[in-house]
């Protein structure tokens, strides 16, 4: 698909409007109607506006690794029917209309620093100056310009996230899902890089679907949080998240704050007894 | 497998799956048939009618070489398959195939112990790891082909000949990999085990020698076929019996039995088959915790 | 930026001289003490060898020596070329049956298990064949080399090729990849440090393979030399050629290993040179 890196952006870019939507989605794996049955996500009804920050949340088993991955057209729902940008799954990943940042980096070893961010753009066939001029752009954006002509075995957890993130990022997609992207970092780093991805977000405009087990993190980054409950994955709850933007980092000392993550806090106890 | 997404399909979707080891029966049945048909052609082709039957049986003297030599190079095998079950013929092939394989066996054991031996005192020190070590890896530098005759010459017996090439193949690549399982051991296992105050033969036995074992059967499977090709060697240099000595014998006795040769070379590479097949087996019992090995 | 200085990049592993030294030491140390006792006779001692049986490495040496003319040219201008030769056809060979076998499933369980199996057929019965086939000079022995390389190039290269990490593949689907670019994206240079190893394997393998090869059907090359000095008990020459033979394939393996750091910088198994 020799689709030009602005006419991907320029499809997206809806200023108002509904970015994500889902009906009455279900995801059941293995044989129907048997023992064996696993029935990940029941009856999930959700919206998500354009250029909105929502996170989702719940215990283990809740499915909302399951959620994303339906999002991105990694696996078909049993039922339902999901929107991205008014297009389904498949037709907006051809499109190109999401990017996707997992918990491991996911970088290709035998690529530097640069080549991995400029990887969907020479999937895009984007000629190699504007590859080039676009990786830079992002690398500095993610504060990584020194090191774009390292390999990533030479970067920390944190630095190569960030470049996967920046990855993500490159062919300006309208839609971002994270499964957990900070989750294998320390704490610090963690915070730090909430807050860059919340200054690329107001930046870039896009859409992003966010899976979190931190119940902080989903309360500093989000608009709304959507807690989820297992067995099987339903929405327990939807919570807007009315803190101020731009948050930084005295927003997690503020009293609304903490209100809001015991809030979270009480609807995620409810849900992981039963 | 192409790019495609990891989406579980549904029934109607999903592709015709045939169980094992059905693909396998199916391509080696479609190599043999395709086979047959170009030996067929081949042999039609080069060998002129008048001397056709002379060609096969060897029996006829005004058959000129080169149509002789037909069979030997393409061989049909409708006439290899025959040469490998019919009474005159199989029982000599296999009884000679199995004298080669039991010598082989022994010195796999043999070289087994020795190489897992060796790979326990060498990771006792970085020492005596970076001095033997080189060794190892130069001694297989040396092609067994000229130890053959050599170990040949100075032992004089040929089952202790094949029994000692089939050890040295064994042993090295067994040495390697058991020495990379011994150190392979996560260190918050190892951790765990400290803080027991556990002794270093409890270590050994009950942490270091299980992470070892995936490797050592990874070995055990490359020495297994290796053993027996080295076994086979060292029956150039004179050995009186063994699946090697059938090969050598009937490619002097000429091409009247090229059947017969080629059914030897079928024998002697279900050896190695066959050898490396028990191997993978213990290794799938032995190994039953790895989880490539769960259902 | 202090996140950067924080997470401060890992330093490259450099060798110290006095490392280089403890690496070599050992096992020079150990081979002169070897050759030592085998120059006195410990091993004759201990397995009542004579002379004529296991030549002393004074000997060897002078034969080495005194043959060298004769020597090199096998090495460099027969057998050596043969192994190589041998090893690039049957490296490519196998590289593009594991490329068809992943593309299409069926072969990958049908043919797969066939193709690896091949390294089961002696080699000294496929060495005659060749030589049917190909006549008795150079080609027969780089087809036996071939052969011999193909398996464990198949299986390595297959494992490359297919073995991958779920989530490498599943970032090309997210990014609506064609299968062209799943391959040479990531497919390939992912497959590129299982085809060293196979090579690597393969130097070995080529060098047997080529020995035996002219063990009895050659006119020029240390394996009929081999041959011929063991037909008449000149057992000093015999083990100069194995010597050489042995010094051909560790050039071999070393020329491998070469292009494999060239190729393959980026690699673990190439960057880290020091310790585990």
Redesign the interface.
Known sequence: ?AMGLEAASEIGRRPSGVAVALENVSMT?GAADTDQAVRALQNITLEVRSGAFVSLIGPSGCGKSTLL?LL?????PSAGIIRINGRSPREA????E???V?Q?P?L????TVAQNVQ??L???RVAADERRQRAAALLELV??T??AE??P???????QQRVSIARALSFRPSVLLMDEPFGALDEM?RE?LNRELLNLWSETNTTIVFVTHSVAEAVFLSDRIVVMSPRPGRIDTVIDVDLMRPREAGTREAAHFFELVAEVRHHLREVDTE | MTAGRATPRSGAERRLRLPEPLPVLIVACVILVVWQLVASLYFNASVAPQFRDGAISGADPKVPPEMRVVMMKLPLPSLVLSALVTPDNAPQLWLAGLITLRSAVIGFVVGGLIGFGLAVVMAQTRLIERSLLPYAIASQMVPVIALGPIVYSIFKDENVARILIAAYVTFFPVTVNTLKGLRSVDPSALALMTSLAASRLQVYLMLRVPAALPYVFQALKIAATASVIGAIVVELMGAQQGIGVTILRTQYYGPANASKLWGAIVVASLLGLVFFRVVAITERFALRWQPEFRA | MSVNTIAAPLARPVRAPSARLAAWGPPLALLVILLGLWQVGAFHALFRLREFQLPYPLQIAQAIVDRWDVLWRDAILYTGPEAAAGLILGGLLGFGCAVLFASVPFLQRGALPIAASLNSIPIIAVSPIAVLWLGFGQQSKIAVVALMVFAPMVINAFKGLYSIEPQSLELMTSLAASPRDVFWKLRLPHALPYVFTALKVGTTLAMIGALVAEFFNAQHGLGITLSNNIQVAKMPIAWAAIVVAAMVGLALFGAVSFIERTVIPWHVSVRIRDGE
């Open positions: 698909m794996f991955r991105g057209d990694l696996l078909a990943r051809l499109a190109r999401y990017g996707i997992f491991q996911v290709y070893d035998w690529r990887l969907p020479e999937v895009m504060g990584l020194e090191f390292r390999y075995w030479e970067l920390s957890g944190g630095m780093t730090r």
